[in-house]
Structure formats: C-alpha cells, structure tokens
C-alpha cells in the first residue's frame, strides 16, 4: 500500500498510475478523508492531554469532586472521539488498499500488447512434440485419476516425469544457492494480513485467483512470493544485513479465475503445482539494481538448460497492483509457434513493505520501509510443458540437457 502523505505529495503520479494500470479510484476520496482523520485526530490528543493533566491533579490527597466529575466527561467524550477516529482510519485505510503502486518511467503504456521485448536468446525451434500427449502415453501424468480425487486440472505425476521434476527443483536451487540466496521451505496457508500485504488487489471480483479456509482467517498461498513477504512483518532491520536473498519452495494453488482465452493446455496453467521463487528485501537505493539481477539469475537459469526465450518489460495495464515495474520471460514454444510465459521478476518498492511494516534501521538511526522483489527461478509444472516441447525425441525417449543430467543418475535420456 502507498503512504497517504506519498499519495498527497505525488497526486498527478499516484492517479496517472493509478489509471495506467486500470484501476478506478477516487484519489480525492482518498485525501478528503484523511483530512477528516487529521482534524478527528487533533481532538483526540486534545482529550488525552486534557485526561492526563486531570489525572495529575488528582494525584496525592483528596480528589476534588468537581475534578472527578470533569474527569468523567473527559472519558466519556474521549471514548466517543476515539471510537470515530477508529472508524475513519478503517474507512481510510479500505480506500488506500485499493490504490495500487506508482510506475516506473520506463514501463510502457497500454496494455498486454503494448508491452515491449528488450532481448531475444537462442534460436527458436520450428517444431516440437506436445506435452499433454507425449506425456501421457509414457503414463507420466494422469490428470483422470486427478479430477477424480480432486476435480479439474488436478494431476498426478508419475515415474520419470516426476524425476524430472525434482531434477529441474535441484537444478534450480543450485543456480540460486550459487548466487547468495537462502533456501527456505515455507507455509503453504496464509493469513488475511499476509494476503492483502502482498497487494494482490484484482481489478474485478471475478479475477480473485485464491482459495480460502472457510472458518478460518488462512488462504491457500498462490506463490512462496506470499509467506516470504510476510516473513520480516513487524520487524526492522540494520541496514548493513542488507540486502537479504531468500528462495522459497512451496506448493502454489491458484484458482486460475479470469484466465479465459490463455493457453490451458495440460500442465501449462493448473490449480496446484510446485515453485521456486527468489524473494529479496532491500534498501531503496538498491532495488533496480536488484531487479536486473534477478532477471539475470533468471535468463542463467533458462540458457542452461538451452530454452530459446526472450524477455519483455510489461506495459502498464498489464502489471498488478504491486509492481512498478515487470519483465516476464517466455520461452519459445515449437509447438505453439509462439512465446509464452515461464517466469516474471517485479519490483514492488514499498508497496509490499508499507502494509507489512517491514522497515529499516538507517546507520544514522532513521527508520523507513524496505523494497521488496520477487523472481520465479523454477515453475515445476510449467518448466515441465518446456522440457518435454524441446526435447522429446521421434524415437519416443526424451533427451536431458546436460545441466539437469547430474540430477538423473547422470542419464543422457529418460
């Protein structure tokens, strides 16, 4: 979430964002009635004032009768003025969550199509086997037995594909470790608190992608991206420990909701699969630094293990509350002809921080937020669809790239 006195300070920025990426919020709203909350505020502090003095005249001897009576009255309309500033600041605060982050500059405008590639690696491949049915007649994956235990696009992976799975797990970590990252097993639940920090803020009721436990304030996680932003909540941090690097395997469920007309197919967009995903905090100064770096953890990952892909910076209309700003990298699909999506990067600033309370301790003993990024390294499922596209052979056995071979009892094909 924004800080109101950023929104006040930065109001053509904040709505022009704001509008960019497609959300409809009244920033006027916003800002009148945080004016109302500071006048509900100056009474408040007048009564405590005027409480506190009462209380010290009435210290030692006999109280005054007149004093206790004023007294009285004081508490009365304290509780009052309290229980109205209480409801305001809740009202101010529903308003704000609702305000999503600033954009960068550099991000383009428009919407998914306007955004902009700004690299391109490998040669792209002119054909492929699909995964669905090559992965089927192996008896790698039953997605039947899946939908009759736990309904649609729920799978089981089997054998050799779920080797490979964990394969393409370790693969991952390794390339993480080796670039300073803590590797972290994380809740698959979290509460209400930790959802609404991370911002995920949809533009319609309809694109609500999370399952929650009904009698409980939990949420089935959608990303590791939710549990480690709510890791360092309440807390502040010396500033010579940052930056802190984490890597979070997880199970991710998703509901997919508002995904009507994307690529569906198999494994490719399914309502539980497993991820490894790079979560940093940081000081301010060091997050576009931070953020190329996580994109270029990202492409080392991906060129070994020979994926032709290219990376694109998300246009404004395309990116979530959170994000200010996004690169998505999509690999070249031979069987589709086309890129598709594989892993993302954003930097979210202060956004996540703000309604996390995750904070700071400067060297010179000031407090403020940190920044916080997050990377996919490895979407298991989807880095499934990728192998089998690219490296199923005629002759019905898949080749395994060499990076993951170490990972497979040193086989060259499975």
């Known amino acids: 979430m924004l800080d109101v006195k950023f929104i006040r300070e930065n109001l053509e920025l904040v709505e022009r964002s704001a509008r960019e990426k497609g959300y409809e919020v009244d920033i006027k709203e916003v800002l009148d009635l945080d004016a109302v909350r500071k006048v509900e505020l100056s009474g408040v502090e007048e009564l405590r004032q005027r409480r506190n003095e009462i209380a010290s005249k009435m210290k030692g ?9 004023v007294g009285k ?77 736990a309904g649609a696009k729920f799978y089981y992976l089997k054998g050799e594909l ?64 939710m549990p480690l932003t709510g890791y360092h ?36 967009r399914v309502h539980q699969f497993n991820k490894l995903e ?10 576009k630094e931070m953020h190329e770096k996580i994109l270029a953890i990202e492409e080392d990952i991906w060129q070994g293990l020979g994926i032709p892909y290219h990376v694109v910076n998300i246009a404004a209309g395309d990116l979530g509350a959170p994000a200010a700003k996004k690169y998505d990298m999509e690999y070249w699909s031979p069987v589709n ?26 060297k010179d003993g000031t407090v403020e937020y940190v920044h916080t990024l997050n990377g996919t390294a490895i979407p298991l499922a989807r880095a499934l669809v990728v192998m089998l596209e690219n490296y199923a052979t ?19 094909e499975i």
């Open 61 to 69: 001897g006999k109280p005054d009768p007149d004093l206790i009576a």
């Open 73 to 149: 009255d004081v508490k009365v309309k304290l509780a009052e003025k309290e229980a109205k500033l209480a409801e305001t600041e809740n009202k101010l605060k529903a308003l704000i969550k609702r305000v999503p982050n600033i954009i960068f500059d550099d991000v383009p405008l428009g919407g998914e199509e306007d955004s902009v590639e700004v690299k391109r690696w490998g040669e792209n491949r002119e054909s492929g086997v699909d995964h669905l049915d090559y992965a089927v007649s192996r008896d790698w994956v039953d997605f039947e037995r899946g939908a009759k235990v």
């Open 162 to 225: 779920a080797l490979l799975e964990n394969a393409l797990l370790q693969y991952g970590l390794s390339k993480v470790l080796e670039y300073g990252f803590t590797f972290m097993t994380v809740p698959d639940m979290v509460s209400s608190r930790v959802l609404e920090g991370c911002g995920f803020n949809p533009r319609t009721s309809e694109q609500s992608d999370e399952y929650y436990i009904e009698g409980e304030d939990l949420a089935m996680i959608a990303t590791a991206e």
């Open 233 to 268: 909540m309440d807390e502040i941090i010396d500033e010579d420990k940052l930056p802190l690097l984490y890597a979070g395997y997880s199970a991710c469920f998703r509901k997919e909701a508002g995904t009507y007309g994307k690529y569906t197919r198999g494994l490719f």
């Open 278 to 287: 790079m979560y940093v905090f940081c000081l301010p100064e060091q997050s």
């Open 337 to 362: 002809q086309k890129y598709q999506e594989i892993t993302s990067c954003s930097n979210c600033t202060d956004f996540q921080a703000q309604a996390v309370n995750a904070r700071v301790r400067r």
């Open 394 to 412: 005629a002759g019905g056995k898949l080749k395994v790239p060499e990076a993951l071979r170490p990972y497979l009892g040193g086989r060259a």
